[in-house]
C-alpha cells in the first residue's frame, strides 16, 4: 500500500464500518456472532502487532503473553479481588503498557532472531508462571470471570458484544491508521527502510521501537481483556507459544505493513479452524502448512498481493519502467569507502 | 544431622543433581549442535529442530512397538528423521532462499506445527516408551544413583561430538560445510555448492535429534509434543554457549542441564522449566554473542 | 569560524587504523571537499562525523559542543545532514514520504497528536507535505513526488537523498559522492545545486572522486591518505601540491 493513504484510509474505514454494521443482517445465530467476535478481539491485536512487526520491521514470538496478561490481570482483579470490571481492565492495561515499557529497551537491543528468540523467552516466561501460580491463575484449569459490568448494566450475550467489540475494532483500526500516516509513523516506516538513513534524519530508534512495542502491547492487553469478559472464562493456552505464533501468522498471512491486511488475516484465520473442526485432526497440519506455503508462494501477504494482482490487472503503469540501479541497498547496510 | 552425615547427604544430593543435569545437558547439546550446524550453513534458526528429536523417538518407539528389535528400529529411526529433514530443506527452505528473517521463521516454525500434526496423524497425542539399551537397574555412580540408560546418553552424545570433531576436522565435505559457514562466497568461488551443503546440514542436523531423541526416550518417555520444549531449550543451549559454535553448543547444553537441575533441586521443581529461558534472556540482554560466540548475528 | 573541528580523531577496525590522528576545521559557509584514494578513510570519517562510528580516539567539535560519542540522531539534531554513497532511501516508502521524514526533527506534533489526529496534526502534515513537494522541485524530482521510491533510478535517489538532507535544513551538509553514477549533464546539476546551497549559507562537505567538480566548487579541499591528512588547502594550493599528486592526481589534466 503506497503513496496516497488519504483514500484507502477513509475508504477503508467506511468498508470496515460498513461491513460491522451489516454483520447482524448476515449472522444466522449465536455461533457465528461468537466467531465474529473472536475474528475482531483477534483483529485488534493484530493490528497493534503488525505496527510492530509490518511497519517498524520487528518481531514478537511472545504477544500472547501480552494478550493473556490483559486476560488475567482482568480476571483477577475483578473476580478475585472485586473490583470493577472497567477498573480491572484499565488496570491490566496499565500493567502491561508499564511492562513492555521496561522490558522494550532491552529486548529491541536486539535484531532479527535473536529478538524473536528473546520475546519468545518473555512470553514462555509469562505462560509458565501463569500456569504455576494456580492459587492466583487457576492454573492449568483456568479461572472464571464474572461480565463486563457498566454502571450497572453487564454486557452480556453474543449480539451485545458484537456491537462493542466491532466498534472498538474500528475504532483500534482509526487509531493504527492515524498512527502511520503522521511524523511518528513515518518515523518508524523509515526506521524499517533503513535504521542507518533514519537515524541521521533524527530519529532515535530506540525511543520509536518502545514506543511501538508498548502500543502493540496496550492493542493485545485490550483485547485480552476484553476477552476474558465475554468469554467468562480465560485458560493458559491464551497464553501460550502456540498462540503467540498464530497471532503472527495472522498478520504475516493478512500481510505485512497492511492494516486492513492484519484484520483480514486475522478473521480468515479465525474463521477458518471453525470451519475445519469436523477434520480436527488436522488443524495442526493445516495450520502449519498455511504458514509455509503463504511465505513461500506469497510472501508479502493476501492483501498486498491481491492488490498488486488487481493494480497490474488494471493496467495503470504510474511510473515508467526503470532501469535497476546499481548496488541495491538494504536496510542497514554499511557505507564503506 | 550431625555435621559429616549432613555434608555426606548434601553430597549425595548435589551428585545426583549433576548427574541429572549432565544427562539432560547432554541431550540439550545434541539439539543445541543440530542447530549450529544449520545456522551455520544457512544462518536459519530451524524451529523445527525439536520435532526431529520428536521424530527419532516416535518412529523407534513405534518400530520397537511392531516388533522390531532395537539394533534395527535405531538406524531405521534415524534415517526416517533425515529423510523428514531432507525433505523440509528442499520444500519449504530452499524454495525461500535470500528471504528476510521473518519470513524464514514462520516457516520453519511453520514446518515445526506441520510436523507436530502429522506426527498427531501418523501416531497419536499418547506417551510411548522405548526399551531401554541395556536394562534398567540403577548403578551407584560416585555418590548418585543413575540409570544405565543415562551413560549411554551421555557416551553417545560424547562418542557423536568425537565423530563431528572428525567429519568437520578431517573430511572434505565436513571442511567444505566449514568453509561454507565462514565465508559462503568464497566457499563458492572455490566450487563448493552451498546448495548441497545446506541440503547436508539439514541432513545431519535431523539425524542428530533423532539420536537424541532416541537416547531419551527410555528415560523420559516420548510423545508428540516432545520436541517444543526440547527445541526451546536446545536453543537457549545454543545462545548460551555462542550461536554457530559447535564447542558452545555442547559446553552450553551441559551447562543449561546442569543449571537446570540444580535450581530444580535447590530453589524450585515447579519453575524448571522457566530457568532455561531466564538464562536466554539473560544471555541476550547481556552478551548475545554467548560464551564461545562466534561473530554476532546480525552486524549493525 | 569552526562549524565542525575534529582533533586527534582516530577510528580503529580490527587491526585498521582507517581514521589516523586527523585534526581539522570546516569553516562556516564555504564549500569543503574531501579527496583521496580508495580506502583513505573518507567515507570513514564521514562516518564519524555523523555518529555512525564512534571515534577510537579524538574529539569532535560542532560548534561549541563537544559531540565525541554521540548517537547519529543527535548529531542530527545539531544541524547535520548527510547523504550516503551506498544510498539509505526508504524503500519502502513513497518518493515525497521520503522527504518527509527528512523533517522529523523540525516536528513539533507529538504522539497523541499522531494518534488522534488532530486538527493540529492535520494541518502539520500539510506544511509538510509542501515543504517536501518544494524541495523535490528543487532537485528536479517533482514529478515523482508520488512514486514509490523503489521505482526511481539510481541518479534521481541520490537527488532524493539530497532532497531528504535538505529537509531538515541543516547548517552542515554531508555529501558523500554525491556525483559518483551520475552523467556530465546531471553533475554539472549537482555543481550547481552545490553552489546555491553554499550561497545560502549552508555549510557543505563533499567527498567525491569528480575532480572537475571538486575543483570547480570547492573553497577547501582536504586529501586524507591512509587515513591521515596528507594536505589541506585551496584548490590551487592543493592540485599543485606534489605528495597530492603522486599519491592520488597523478599527470591528469584538469
Known amino acids: ?337 | 544431622m550431625s555435621g559429616a552425615g549432613g555434608a555426606l547427604a548434601m553430597s549425595g544430593e548435589l551428585a545426583q543433581y549433576l548427574a541429572t543435569g549432565i544427562t539432560v545437558g547432554a541431550v540439550y547439546a545434541l539439539v543445541a549442535l543440530g542447530f549450529s550446524i544449520i545456522y551455520n550453513a544457512s544462518g536459519v534458526i530451524n524451529f523445527a529442530q525439536g520435532e526431529f528429536v520428536m521424530i527419532g523417538g516416535m518412529s523407534a518407539a513405534s518400530l520397537v512397538a511392531s516388533g522390531l528389535p532395537l539394533g534395527l528400529a535405531i538406524p531405521l529411526a534415524v534415517a526416517a528423521t533425515t529423510l523428514a529433514g531432507l525433505a523440509l530443506e528442499k520444500l519449504a527452505v530452499e524454495p525461500a532462499r535470500g528471504a528476510p528473517v521473518v519470513t524464514l521463521i514462520i516457516i520453519t516454525i511453520g514446518a515445526s506445527i506441520f510436523l507436530r500434526g502429522l506426527a498427531t496423524i501418523v501416531w497419536d497425542k499418547k506417551l510411548h516408551a522405548l526399551p531401554a539399551f541395556s536394562g534398567e537397574q540403577p548403578i551407584a555412580l560416585f555418590g548418585a544413583t543413575v540409570v544405565p540408560q543415562s551413560l549411554w546418553v551421555v557416551g553417545a552424545t560424547a562418542a557423536i561430538v568425537v565423530a563431528l570433531w572428525w567429519f568437520f576436522g578431517r573430511t572434505r565435505l565436513g571442511k567444505a560445510m566449514l568453509a561454507t559457514s565462514h565465508n559462503r562466497l568464497a566457499a563458492q568461488l572455490v566450487g563448493i555448492s552451498v546448495r548441497h551443503v545446506l541440503f547436508l546440514a539439514f541432513g545431519l542436523s535431523a539425524a542428530l535429534g533423532a539420536l537424541a531423541g532416541i537416547l531419551t526416550a527410555p528415560i523420559t518417555l516420548t510423545s508428540y509434543d516432545v520436541g517444543v520444549m526440547l527445541g526451546l531449550k536446545g536453543f537457549a543451549a545454543a545462545i548460551l554457549g555462542g550461536l554457530g559454535s559447535g564447542p558452545g553448543a555442547v559446553a552450553g547444553g551441559l551447562l543449561l542441564g546442569i543449571l537446570e537441575s540444580l535450581s530444580a533441586g535447590y530453589v524450585s521443581s515447579a519453575y524448571k522449566d522457566v530457568i532455561a529461558f531466564v538464562i536466554l534472556l539473560a544471555v541476550l540482554f547481556v552478551s548475545p554473542r554467548g560464551i564461545f560466540g562466534v561473530a554476532a548475528a546480525e552486524r549493525v | 569560524m569552526s562549524v565542525l573541528r575534529t582533533d586527534g580523531l582516530a577510528r580503529d577496525f580490527g587491526g585498521v587504523r582507517a581514521v589516523d590522528g586527523l585534526t581539522f576545521e570546516i569553516e562556516a559557509g564555504a564549500v569543503h571537499s574531501i579527496i583521496g584514494p580508495n580506502g583513505a578513510g573518507k567515507t570513514t570519517l564521514l562516518n564519524l562525523l555523523t555518529g555512525i562510528y564512534a571515534p577510537s580516539a579524538g574529539r569532535i567539535y560542532f560548534g561549541e559542543r563537544d559531540l565525541t560519542g554521540c548517537a547519529p540522531h543527535e548529531f542530527a539534531a545539531h544541524g547535520i545532514a548527510r547523504t550516503f554513497q551506498n544510498l539509505q532511501v526508504f524503500l519502502n516508502m513513497s518518493t515525497l514520504e521520503n522527504v518527509m521524514v527528512g523533517r522529523h526533527l523540525r516536528e513539533r506534533r507529538g504522539f497523541l497528536d499522531a494518534l488522534l489526529h488532530t486538527p493540529r496534526l492535520a494541518a502539520g502534515e500539510r506544511a509538510c507535505r509542501a515543504e517536501a513537494r518544494e524541495l523535490l522541485a528543487l532537485v528536479g524530482l517533482e514529478a515523482w513526488a508520488d512514486a514509490p521510491s523503489d521505482a526511481l533510478p539510481y541518479g534521481a535517489l541520490k537527488r532524493l537523498e539530497i532532497a531528504r538532507a535538505l529537509a531538515a535544513r541543516p547548517q552542515l551538509l554531508l555529501l558523500d559522492e554525491p556525483a559518483a553514477g551520475l552523467n556530465p549533464t546531471e553533475t554539472m546539476e549537482i555543481h550547481a545545486l552545490i553552489a546555491k546551497l553554499a550561497g545560502g549559507g549552508i555549510t557543505v562537505v563533499l567527498v567525491e572522486h569528480n575532480m572537475r567538480l571538486v575543483m570547480g566548487v570547492s573553497d577547501r579541499i582536504l586529501v586524507l591518505d591512509y587515513g591521515r591528512r596528507l594536505a589541506e588547502g585551496a584548490p590551487e594550493t592543493v592540485r599543485n601540491d606534489p605528495q597530492v599528486i603522486e599519491a592520488y592526481l597523478g599527470a591528469e589534466t584538469l
Open chain 1, 1 to 337: 500500500m503506497r503513496a496516497r493513504l488519504a483514500t484507502p484510509r477513509t475508504g477503508g474505514l467506511a468498508a470496515l464500518a460498513a461491513v460491522v454494521a451489516v454483520g447482524p443482517l448476515v449472522l444466522p445465530n449465536n455461533y457465528f456472532y461468537d466467531v465474529a467476535i473472536l475474528a475482531a478481539l483477534n483483529a485488534i491485536v493484530c493490528v497493534g502487532l503488525n505496527l510492530l512487526i509490518g511497519y517498524s520491521g520487528q518481531i514478537s514470538l511472545g504477544h500472547a503473553g501480552f494478550f493473556g496478561l490483559g486476560a488475567y490481570g482482568s480476571a483477577i482483579l475483578a473476580s478475585k479481588y472485586g473490583w470493577p470490571p472497567l477498573a480491572a481492565m484499565a488496570m491490566a492495561i496499565t500493567a502491561v503498557a508499564a511492562l513492555a515499557y521496561l522490558i522494550g529497551r532491552p529486548i529491541l537491543r536486539l535484531r532479527g532472531h535473536y529478538l524473536a528468540m528473546a520475546t519468545l523467552g518473555f512470553g514462555i516466561i509469562i505462560s509458565l508462571v501463569v500456569a504455576n501460580e494456580d492459587r492466583l491463575t487457576g492454573g492449568p484449569d483456568g479461572l472464571a470471570v464474572v461480565p463486563l459490568t457498566v454502571f450497572g448494566f453487564a454486557l452480556q450475550g453474543e449480539r451485545a458484544w458484537y456491537w462493542v467489540v466491532g466498534a472498538l475494532l474500528v475504532a483500534a483500526v482509526w487509531l493504527a491508521l492515524n498512527l502511520i500516516d503522521s511524523p511518528t509513523g513515518r518515523a518508524l516506516r523509515a526506521l524499517h527502510g533503513s535504521e542507518v538513513g533514519a537515524g541521521v534524519a533524527g530519529i532515535d530508534a530506540a525511543r520509536h521501537k518502545v514506543l511501538v512495542f508498548v502500543v502493540s502491547a496496550v492493542f493485545a492487553a485490550v483485547a485480552g481483556g476484553l476477552n476474558a469478559h465475554y468469554a467468562g472464562f480465560i485458560t493458559p493456552s491464551k497464553v501460550s507459544f502456540l498462540h503467540s505464533i498464530e497471532l503472527v501468522t495472522m498478520v504475516v498471512f493478512g500481510g505485512m505493513a497492511s492494516t486492513f491486511g492484519a484484520v483480514a488475516g486475522a478473521t480468515v484465520l479465525t474463521v477458518l479452524p471453525q470451519l475445519l473442526t469436523v477434520f480436527k485432526d488436522y488443524e495442526m497440519v493445516v495450520l502449519g502448512a498455511v504458514m509455509m506455503g503463504t511465505m513461500i508462494f506469497m510472501p508479502k501477504g493476501l492483501v498486498p498481493t491481491l492488490a498488486a494482482f488487481l493494480g497490474r490487472q488494471a493496467g495503470a503503469a504510474r511510473t515508467p519502467a526503470v532501469e535497476r540501479r546499481a548496488g541495491a541497498p538494504g536496510a542497514g547496510a554499511e557505507p564503506r569507502a
